[in-house]
């Protein structure tokens, strides 16, 4: 089980309010836990561990977002009337972090009612940047990036429906990661847009945020789909904007982007340039069209009644949406849905997208002369996303203009693992401040029970077995075409495939070379001590996409179980007993590669 923090409960929790006195930024908070409370809450948790209990988040600190639930505490949204007073139970997404041993410390401050990108739209004030207090931080989400960006929360939950969750991740220089639409539960959120929001994380490396999110994407609206993709081939093709696409980026940020897309290169990636301006035009549907309505209907009635603590800026966006007629509003969400066939067919060919989180970083002052324009200018690469049902993760990638610079992986739905596994080649091979060394086997399709948490300012390790669908992963033994660099193994690739282990099978087996095109081998069980240890990989599939390999296998193969060495067993490839009998044997080679190496026997 992977460490990714350390230190008990109660070492960490004394340590975030030492760093919260420490660091002096009443803002980032709406609601702080009493430091008693939350060290009592962190001594159930050792006590838990001590006791044998699985608590993966064990030792972790947690910041919340003001917009979503936690029991015993008031939901302000940024707007203190609008609490009726402590919430009774807790959001289903905090639930399940703190059930795995995560510690609530606070609920912290973010643009009223989740509307906003800047982090200054709040009677509570304005959040200002972790490092460079003179720029604003980002927003909605601006309180729970910047506790993890101070070192004070290790995973900060936020909301993302225009950007939320990733804008404030590229100022931090952070990661925040924003799944599929639905897949982890918005019930105990204060809407903003219903059929678009997503609760994300903040965290200062990628593993913890994978970790977290998994946990929380259970029972939401959607699951992953039986076919789902559990890995990103070696050499993934990515699409990167046009130069005209990229004109809203100030001058440093587009040379720190052209950075990244060589990063991206330098990864092993393909790049090719598509046109998203089709993607961007969807974009000003969120705000400039009926999908505004939206907004009204979640908090529009409460505005409506002038309540002395509204940010006026909020209330002019959101009172907007109550003159909008129906419909306007079906005639934009079809808008939106032949924006998004026009983007599936702009990716067709490429694996993901790599975008600029966003447009430059503004200072507060920028902001308050200016609220509305620069607000949208941030939105300019993160606001169609949801609309258009893409999955993202937001990651550091170096410095422009004075402060830290992020770009955003961008997948189709559900491919929300390619994503993370982009990000974790980029950041493995980045120096940016913040970022953290990630390792591509990272799962976010993942068993929640399968790692612990660690020190998340050292080079980290994911745990290849986890599995967050728990049906949805069968590891399957390969061991000659399908192996890395043999002629089949991109048809694993395609399937979405994710290399486990590599690893020997149990002294029952004889290696034999088939007489195929290209040529094979066939694995033949000849029992205990009559054969012995053959290499081979084992790589994980998801049910429906081991069905469509089981279904294209070409005779003699077959699929069954095999042993290895450590005792388990695993689906494998074998070969008919009649094909096995006729092929020659080269069990001795020890393994399929090595065969080849020598020279297979000549067939005829």
Known sequence: MTVLVTGTAVARVRAAYARIAEVDRPEVWITLVPLDDALEAAAAVDAALAGGADLPLAGTTLAVKDNIDVAGLPTTAACPSFASGPAAVSAPAVQRLVDAGAVVIGKTNLDQFATGLVGTRSPYGAVRHATLPERVSGGSSSGSAVAVALGIADIGLGTDTAGSGRVPAAFGGIVGIKTTVGLVPTTGVVPACRSYDVVTTFTRGLELGALATRLMAVGGARTWPVDV?????????????????????????????????????????????????????????????????????????????????????????????????????????ARLDAARAAALAALDGCDLLLLPTTTEHPTIAAVQADPVGINRRLGTYTNFVNLLDLAAVAVPAGEADGGPFGVTVVSRAFDDQLALDLAARLLAGSTAPGALVADPGDALVADPGAARVADTGAALVADPDAALVVDAGVDVLVVGAHLRGQPLHHELEDLGARFVASVRTSDAYRLVALDTVPRKPGLVRAGPGRGAPIAGEVWRLSSGALGRFLAELPAPMSLGRVELSDGSWVVGFGCTAEAGAAAADVTAAGGWVEALRRGLPTVG
Do not use: K, N, Q
Request: no cysteine; charged share 15%.
């Open 229 to 333: 993709r559990l890995g990103l081939r070696a050499a993934p093709v990515v699409a990167v904007p046009r130069v005209a696409d990229l004109a809203p980026l100030s001058p440093g940020w587009r040379t720190a982007f052209a950075s990244a897309v060589a990063a991206v290169s330098a990864t092993g990636a393909s790049v090719r340039v598509v046109d998203v301006s089709p993607m961007l035009d969807a974009a000003r549907l969120l705000y400039d069209g009926a999908i505004l309505a939206e907004r009204y209907d979640a908090v529009g009635p409460f505005l409506a009644a002038g309540p002395a603590d509204a940010d006026s800026t909020v209330a002019s966006i959101i009172l907007a949406g109550a003159a909008i007629p129906a419909a306007e509003y079906v005639a934009d969400r």
